[in-house]
Nanobody, 121 residues
Framework: QVQLVESGGGLVQAGDSLRLSCAAS??????MGWFRQAPGKEREFVAA????????IYADSVKGRFTISRDNAKSTGYLQMNSLKPEDTAVYYC????????????????WGQGTQVTVSS
């Protein structure tokens, strides 16, 4: 079992920045990913990072604005979000996988409860 707790969400204005955190506990895992779900839409992939942190992948919609990272010593992952846009408004979820790196929600076995990010125009 892996327990994940996200934090750092909030209400910001367009152009602002936020950093989300995901604290993990329990068994070890390989990759960590971030997904988001806006009202009335399906959950979508945002970013993922390998266990070592060397490999990262991003959705095209956030590439160049968001940065994923992790601190294995603290068992914590991060999503730095810059130049936020109203279309980034969603509940953001972190998840962990046994795979080296993955972009499909089905490849992730454990999920956090989510944190709300709201970007006003």
């Amino acid at each position: 079992q892996v327990q994940l707790v996200e934090s750092g969400g909030g209400l910001v204005q367009a152009g602002d920045s936020l950093r989300l955190s995901c604290a993990a506990s329990g068994r070890t895992f390989n990759s960590m990913g971030w997904f988001r779900q806006a009202p009335g839409k399906e959950r979508e992939f945002v970013a993922a990072i390998s266990r070592s942190g060397v490999s990262t992948i991003y959705a095209d919609s956030v590439k160049g604005r968001f940065t994923i990272s992790r601190d294995n010593a603290k068992s914590t992952g991060y999503l730095q979000m810059n130049s936020l846009k109203p279309e980034d408004t969603a509940v953001y979820y972190c998840a962990v996988s046994i795979h080296s790196i993955a972009a499909r929600a089905g490849d992730y076995g454990y999920w956090g409860q989510g944190t709300q990010v709201t970007v006003s125009s």
